[in-house]
Structure formats: C-alpha cells, structure tokens
C-alpha cells in the first residue's frame, strides 16, 4: 500500500492519545429540551479534537454515520493550525493563518486531519460510514491517510458530486464545478443500503392492489440483538392470530428495525396485512421455544423499483446554491458561505441503513447536517440523533440558532415541512476545562464528581458510560462487563485528605455479586488479602489508571 508522508506526521500519528480528556459544559440556556442530557441531539462548541476525545467515554465505537466537510485548503479560506504538539517547528505553526503563500499548507492540512480522524474511527461503529465532501485540493492527500487510517480495502466510493452546474468560477483551463465525496466503512458493510430504482415488476396481489415483497422487518447485521435495542421489541400478530416477535435466523432474540411509536409500525399493529407474511425455517439445528419455524414479516412496496447499487455520479443530490437557499429561507439573508444541500447529506444518511443512528459532524458549519437529520427522521418515522461540533464563535447564533428555527418551523419558509417544523430538541454544551488527575492533589481546577466518574469509568473498563447508572450517594458509578465500579471523591482537598478505603467502607459496599469490585479512592487501610476477600481491585486517585496499571 503506497503511504502518505508530510512535514509533522511522526509529531502527530499518536497525537490523538496524548489529548487529555475535557468537560463538557452543559449550557441550559442555548439549549432547546427539557433536560440537558450528553444522550440527547448535541451540539457542542469548542476544538473539535478535544471534543472528540471528550466524547470517547460515552460514544466510542457507537456512532453509525459521520459526515465531516473539513477546510479545503484553497489557500482563501483563514484557516489557523491550533493543535498545540510537542515540536518546535509546530509551535511556531500555531495561531497563524494558512493561506495560498504557505509552502507547507499541505503539510499542516494533513497534521490538522491526522489526529482528528484516528478519534472519528474510534467513536464509529464497526458497521459505520464515514463520509468526507473534499475538492481537488487535497483529494489524493486525504485518499491517501483514509487509506491508512481505515485501509484501502474499506473505501466504498469517490464520488463526484456536481457542487456548480454552471461549471465553477475558473475563468481559465478546465472549469469543474464538481467536488468529491470519499465514503470508506469500518470494516464490515452488511448495513450499507441499496438504491432503488424502476422497474415493472410488482408480482404479488392483495386487497389493497400490486405489491412485491420488500425487506424484512427484523433488523440484521450488526447490533441486531434484543439487548442492542429493548425498545423494539414487541409482539405483531401473524395471519394465523398468534404473536411473532423477532427472532433471529440463529434462534436468538433480535429486534425490529422500527419502534413501536413509528408511524408505519402504528399502522401495522391496527392492520397486520400491511405486511407480507412467510413461515421460514430457523438455520439447521436452531430453534426457538421448541420451534424449528416462525413467521417472518416483510414490508410490502407498491411502487414499481427494484434494489440496486447506488450510482455514485452525484448530480441530482442538490447544489452549492440549494444550500445557500435554504439558509436564505431560514434566516432571511444570506449568512454562510458555501453550505452544503440537505438532499447531499440526507443521502449520505440514508447509505446506512439504521434508521435510529447516531449521525456525528465535527465540521458542521450552518448545521446543514442537524436538518438533515431531521427532516430524514420527519420523512421516514425514524429516530436519528446528530451530534455536532463547531468551534468557531457562531455556534450559537448560526449552528444551533438554524437548529432551533427548523425545530420549531419557520414562519415564511417556502417549504411546508420547513414551515410547520420537523420537531426534536437538543442539549448545548461548551467544551470546558481539562481533567487534570495530578492536579488534585493542588486541589485546582478539580473536575466534578460525574465527571470524574466519567473519566475514569471508560478509562478503567473501555465501555460507555452511563450518568444515569451513578449512585454518589454510595460511591457507584456503574457496572462492566467484569467490574462494579465505585468512586470515593468529592472536590474537596479536606474530603480527600482524610478519606480512605476502610473495612467499615469495603462491608457497606454490600455482600459479593459475581463480579469483583473496582473501587477508586485517594488511598486505602486494607491490606491484599481483605482486598481479595471483598472481592476488590483498588486504584488509588490521583496517580493510577486501572487500565494503565494492568
């Protein structure tokens, strides 16, 4: 595989780990919902590297969609390099603006990329799609570290995307007016959709007209067990009246690719016949309650397409100036340079075919892809969240201000959907301060107890973290895969000082339930062998990581 080389790559491959894990702030007041929450849609303001680290102990590895439309790099756009690594000719990158007289702007654009895009993989999904609209400028630089990043095998289109149908503003040579959208997946792409288009064939016939038989209603692939989704799973009664809940292939319980609150579902609970119905076999030797066959549902099309693979010549997914329309019709005038249609990102969306993903953009600009989000769940009945991350100081007036407008609708738009709103919400945050382990014992800046506890929950296990798991009452702050984990700590430099893990504090931890405990505390007055009969790994604030002392 040919690999990319540039001023500043060995400073910042690894650059990425070296980011210390920050707050976020929940800020109310620019928030539009009832209870600011980090699972709810997001936007986040702040430097979007720091943001990505930050949201590592409660997303990693869940995000299905990301999108990102980064600087160009044209040389006109003002763009500072700011990432703050250890090497004296990049601290004398920082603060300065790049423009078309930097000989090293390429080398900066690709040390900006690097450590931002080893995050983006960490948080997406093992089914994910990661989407990046890009122009000549740096077309084959970026090709080449998602390549290396992702590997080259994982790419699933260069798409060209007509952006200018008039052909661009070059007034010499060849005038493109087209970008690119690079699409890679992360390693398994059994959730990419596939593109309908017409045909005549509608084989089948019931009391409501022609129809053939569509998908499947049970989800497959990845996170298609009951336990990835509660929600959906529920009872939709076969032709025969009984009650058929989604069972996988395997004879394991799976769940339904739609909630119960989603329209279509709504309709098929009053009318089963709203699906096409077919007794299959489980695989061999698989059953379920004694059962070697069930019923499985398929969703009935009545218009005349078959599935196929997506064409990926982009030129009826909208234009540079669809985009700015939109914006014009949102807060009549024009307040962004060059934003993206919906109808691109919408597209982009709809590739993955969970239709509750989590869609992140680390680059959001106007927010174009929030609406898009939006209005895809308004068309489609599904429950899409969005997590954006701007850090320029229009995060509020621009980004979430045009996502409060299209929550709630806009008065004189020219779109009906636009004009009566698409409805949702979304929690603000800024990114605030480090959380700085040795900076305890100065007591300075020290970090409140959830997030603390969210630091060194994901830090100690890997896994996501759960706010709403943690007990300060009883020092718990959730349960792993192989772990209770508990947390001694308050802000307090006093607190800290005269607590310690005691045997009158390891009894009231309550008796052992299977899983040993992982108890976090400035330091303890138990010896190994109480440890080891309460069933305790100790890490001891502020020095040790668990997962770092293993």
Not at 37 to 46: A, F, P, Q, R, T
Not at 118 to 125: T, Y
Not at 260 to 280: A, C, F, G, T, V
């Amino acid at each position: 595989m040919a690999r990319l080389d540039f001023k500043g790559k060995t400073f910042v491959q690894n650059y990425h780990l070296a980011v210390k894990y920050h707050e976020l702030v929940p800020v109310k007041s620019k928030s539009l919902t009832k209870k600011v929450s980090l699972h709810d849609n997001l936007i986040i303001h702040g430097d979007n590297l720091i943001a990505l680290k930050a949201l590592l102990p409660i997303y990693a590895g869940k995000v299905k969609c990301i999108y990102i439309d980064p600087p160009y790099n044209t040389g006109n756009e003002g763009w500072v390099y700011n990432d703050n690594v250890n090497s004296p000719m990049m601290q004398d990158w920082l603060g300065k603006v790049v423009d078309k007289e930097d000989l090293t702007r390429h080398d900066k654009w690709l040390c900006m990329m690097m450590p931002r895009l080893k995050l983006l993989r960490e948080l997406l999904a093992p089914d994910g799609i990661i989407a990046i609209t890009i122009d000549d400028n740096e077309l084959f630089d970026i090709g080449l570290l998602l390549n290396e990043i992702f590997g080259e095998d994982k790419i699933l289109a260069c798409a060209p995307w007509l952006a200018e149908p008039s052909g661009g503003k070059e007034k010499t040579g060849l005038r493109g007016g087209h970008e690119y959208v690079l699409i890679y997946h992360n390693g398994d792409s059994n959730s990419i959709t596939q593109e309908e288009r017409s045909t005549g064939d509608l084989n089948l016939k019931d009391s409501i007209g022609p129809y053939r038989k569509g998908r499947e209603l049970r989800k497959w692939g990845g996170t298609s067990l009951r336990s990835d989704r509660p929600g959906q799973w529920y009872a939709l009664k076969a032709p025969d009246g009984t009650n058929v809940f989604p069972i996988r292939n395997d004879g394991r319980e799976g769940h339904w690719r739609w909630g119960k609150d989603n329209p279509k579902i709504i309709q098929i609970l009053q009318n089963s016949d709203l699906l096409h119905w077919e007794k299959r076999p489980y695989d061999e030797g698989a059953e379920y309650n004694g059962q070697t066959e069930r019923w499985v549902p398929y969703v009935k099309i009545r218009d005349k397409k078959k599935s196929v693979g997506w064409s990926t010549w982009l030129d009826s997914y909208g234009f540079n100036a669809d985009g700015t329309r939109e914006l014009k019709d949102i807060f009549g005038k024009k307040i962004f340079e060059t934003p993206k249609p919906t109808t691109l990102i919408q597209w982009i969306i709809s590739l993955h075919c969970d239709e509750n993903a989590i869609v992140l953009d680390s680059f959001p600009g106007s927010g174009t892809t929030a609406q898009a989000v939006l209005a895809l769940n308004k068309e489609d009945g599904g429950n899409r969240r969005f997590i954006l991350i701007e850090c320029e100081d229009y995060a509020d007036k621009i980004t979430a201000e045009r996502v409060r407008r299209v929550i709630k609708g806009v008065d004189d738009a020219k779109d009906e959907d636009l004009k009566n709103g698409y409805g949702g919400s979304f929690s603000y945050f800024d990114v605030g301060k480090p959380i700085e382990m040795d900076e305890i014992l100065t007591g300075k800046n020290m970090p409140d107890y959830g997030e603390l506890a969210r630091y060194v929950f994901y830090t100690a296990t890997g896994e996501e973290f759960d706010p709403d798991a943690v007990d300060e009452k009883n020092h718990f702050i959730g349960e792993s895969k192989d772990w209770l984990v508990y947390l001694f700590y308050k802000p307090d430099m006093e607190y800290l000082k005269a607590t310690a893990l005691t045997l009158e504090r390891a009894e009231a931890l309550g008796p052992y339930k299977k899983k040993r405990r992982l108890v976090f505390a400035p330091t303890k007055y138990l010896d190994q062998d109480y440890l080891d009969r309460f069933r305790i790994d100790f890490a001891q604030l502020p020095f040790e990581i668990y997962k770092m002392a293993k």
